[in-house]
């Protein structure tokens, strides 16, 4: 079975922060940052890695935990398009497009709890 370990995995919490796996990070070239990006009427939030330093409006990617994975604290992009959720969720199937942006869709996620009864961490 896939674990988190060797899949793209991102959540989202209601305080809007973005966790993703050390994976993932890696996957998406272990940015210093992101820009975050989000397509309403699709209700997708894309993830561009970036350096904060140079690009204003990229948001620094904090360690998170003692596995690698990476914290983004998005919860002004949140407030801005109204993304409003109520417990922490899971995106199902996260991806990398074409141009390196994680996309990440609000319409296809799982409650981040419910999910350790499917698999064994």
């Not at 620094?60 to 969720?89: K, L, S, W």
């Not at 995106?91 to 419910?114: V, Y």
Request: proline share 5%.
């Amino acid at each position: 079975a896939k674990s988190r370990w060797t899949t793209l995995y991102a959540t989202l919490n209601p305080l809007g922060e973005l966790s993703l796996s050390k994976f993932t990070h890696e996957q998406l070239g272990a940015p210093s940052g992101y820009v975050l990006l989000f397509d309403r009427d699709r209700e997708v939030i894309g993830m561009r890695p970036a350096n904060p330093t140079i690009e204003r409006n990229a948001y620094p990617a904090a360690t998170r935990g003692r596995h690698g994975g990476q914290r983004v604290y998005a919860h002004r992009m949140c407030r801005e398009f109204g993304v409003q959720i109520n417990e922490t969720v899971r995106f199902h199937h996260c991806q990398i497009d074409h141009n390196g942006i994680l996309i990440l869709d609000m319409k296809d996620t799982i409650p981040a709890r419910g999910h350790s009864k499917l698999h064994r961490w």
